[in-house]
């Protein structure tokens, strides 16, 4: 690519400078010392995956320390008028060999790019480094060497020697989700090792106390296995292990599922933490138990289960290991590398990414909303969605090998060549900001985080295109009183289908009968476990049992004004331009953890639902009164006082109040900031009002919603239940707008339900605007609409237009046929560990995303999969 010339700009040395601190005079009140909490971005642009390493290297700006590639600096010039920058760059090649063919360690400005992160996984003995540093001013493009103490104003050198040795911007974006660093065990050397002749079988474990076969916890010094309790790893137990050590004063002690090839989960009782012991093999193999022979975890540290024998076919099959699969490169062909457990989100969002409508919101008004981010783009969804997005699809990140490489690899014997990937650090750290789990470093489940990127999705598409409409759908819902056999018909929003895996329809059912036996007789007698068999259901079978009607808990019959028993069947009433099926894999183990079912669905590759279709009301029906059950309040009226009394003064602390309004913010709007966000402090408060303050009522006085139903009224009015003034939260109406609600609407159905939403959004399935019914016929798309789908018993062929108001969220409604385009796979015995890959069909073949690796699949294992897309097919 062409740049301009001013990049080689002019490099100011003694003569062309002779007083540097003249020249950055101007500059001065702009350049800026980084200050606790300040991150310091040197290792990525905000707008692509340049670094350091990348040919234009990076530019760190000396007042806001973001990082921009050579493509992007002078948009944030442009829009900022921010001059001084710090320009990055490393040079990356092989070591030089000495005259005994030895590498030469050379390595100059050492100390230039502390804790700057590598976006390539060099082999640290093969290569060497040399770093650069310079600033550069804006617009003349001065380049002025650093390091340049004596020359350079006193502030200067200050601000330019904390940029460098700044620590990286995501440990200090979210410190809570940074694990601390697990030391060493000052028992592990001098570890004593009774010769009790104690050897421990590679299954079949169970306390020595009490029988327990779960959180088992093997003693280092005796080999005693016993249980653990409500510490260290949050599992459940007799507190067995810690009891013994009381007795013995053994000190360390090892988790029996966490054993693999690279160590093992050690905590040590007398330093009351989790510990390293270097000589864990060792340690182990005094009772038997051989490391190597377990099943090795996959690259980048993806957590594996001790189940090894029974998981091991599923982690080759899955990823295809011992085939020669070929690589593939360039545009929807780049890898995401793992940032350790990361797995989930990359296959989520490589799927994401192959979606046309996610491409064209995303990618292709990259421009647009690079121009109009803020001046923070790393908090930008859209931003970082942007980036990620043109990441993989535009084969920046994704070249081949060149020609001279491929053929000086092969004379090396070496060839290992595979695509660099682009690093998701920053957009995890956005869209996870907040969530307890996915902040953290810990496997997660994929499809929990693809219902929390579509929720953020909707979120930030507010009045625009939203391209998660693609998923939305109605399902409706037919309740029927047993006794009465009267009816109620509702709709509701949905993302996804889960589909049940009913091992009793298992096409192997006997052979699973014969293996659960074998399996119990070995855990008995501590014998090795049988080879694993795996249930084989037909997708025919869960398809049905979602169909099949369910029992409801406690329900209410309006018609017998009292509970009876009630049953509730599911259909659809409009089908989703893309279907996403999981398949419900997990269920839970006794210490609570999900635990994955060894099963395999013959999924197949084309789908017709048609017959799924919901019908509404039939004739000869009749539904059920349209009554709601009475609100039991308490009976103490002491109680009621209470309530009453949080209403009429709700507790506000007054002290981040005045903090706040001390900056200048309304009084109004900071009393309402600290009460919508529970008193957590005046920072969370101030990301509130930072989040709201463009809203018309932003400085209208706090308003609360009433917490007392006074009970059913005699009014026809739809408003319903109370004549209070229980303005709803903004946050409700936020939520119900962003699902394409007008506004007027879902104030209406808010307040008519005492601001709960599930009853809010029911509200407004059966209580359609009135004088939107013309909007309606306005909205048809391509095929022809019969009947507005806000009537219970009809469905819609409409897309509803995002800046239209209609009395429905939007719905892209067709036929029910699909074929499937991606699926994604797990491997391991639980959702919080084992590792997650993608099949995605594209050009007419399978290609397999595994991290940053990306290759032609030879056999898609298509029945292993946990979570399925398939794309709409035209009814032609």
Known sequence: MNHPQWWEGPLLNAKMAADLGELLVPYMPTIRVPRTGDRVFKSECAFSYDSPESEGGLYVCMNTFLGFGREHVERHYRKTGQSVYMHLKRHIKEKATGAAGGAIPRRRNGKVFLDLELNRDFNGEDYEYEDEAKLVIFPDHYEIPLPNIEELPALVTIACDAVLNAASAYKKQDPESWEEEIQVSRHARSLRQLDNGVKIPPSGWKCQKCEMRENLWLNLTDGAVLCGKWFFDGSGGNGHALEHYRETNFPLAVKLDTINPDGADVYSFEEEEAVLDPHISEHLSHFGIDMLQLQQPTENGHHTDNNARQRVSEWEVIQESGMKLKAVYGSGYTGIKNLGNSCYL??????????????????????????????????????????????????????????????????????????????????????????????????QDAHEFLLHIINLVERNSAGSENPSDVFRF??????????????????????????????????????????????????????APPEPVRARIPFTACLQAFTEPENVPDF??????????????????????????????????VDWVPKKLDLAIDVPDFLDLNRLRATGLQVGEEELPDLTPPIVLPEDTRVISVLINILAAPEIDEVAVMQLAEMGFPLEACRKAVYYTGNMGPEMAFNWIIAHMEEPDFAEPLTLPSMIDPGPSSSNSPMGATSLDNSPPEESIAILTSMGFPRSHTIQALKATNNNLERALDWIFTHPEEEESDALSDMADTEPNDNAFSNANSHSDSTLSPDRDASGPRIKDGPGRYELFAFISHMGASTMSGHYVCHIKKEGRWVIYNDHKVCLSERPPKDLGYIYFYHRLSSS
């Open 346 to 443: 990359s296959t989520i969002m490589q799927v994401l990414f192959s979606i046309p409508e996610f491409q064209r919101m995303y990618v292709g008004n990259l421009q647009r909303i690079y121009d109009y981010s803020p001046l923070d783009p790393t908090q930008d969804f859209a931003t970082q969605m942007a980036k990620l997005g043109y990441g993989l699809l535009s084969g920046q990140y994704s070249k081949p090998p060149m020609k001279s490489e491929l053929i000086e690899q092969v004379m090396k014997e070496e060839y290992k060549h595979q695509q660099r990937g682009v690093s998701p650090r920053m957009f995890k750290g956005l869209v996870s900001k907040g969530h307890p789990e996915f902040s953290s470093n810990r496997q």
């Open 474 to 527: 109605l399902v409706e819902e037919r309740v029927q009183c047993c006794q009465t056999r009267r009816v109620r018909y509702t709709q509701r929003v949905d993302y996804l289908i889960q589909l049940p895996a009913p091992i009793e329809c298992a096409t192997n059912r006997e052979e699973l009968l014969a293996y659960e036996a074998k399996r119990k007789d070995a855990e008995e007698n501590m014998r």
């Open 556 to 589: 209410w019959s309006s018609a017998l004004q009292a509970k009876s028993a009630g049953v509730k069947t599911s259909r659809f009433a409009s089908f989703p331009e893309y279907l996403i099926l999981q398949i419900k894999k997990f269920t839970f183990g």
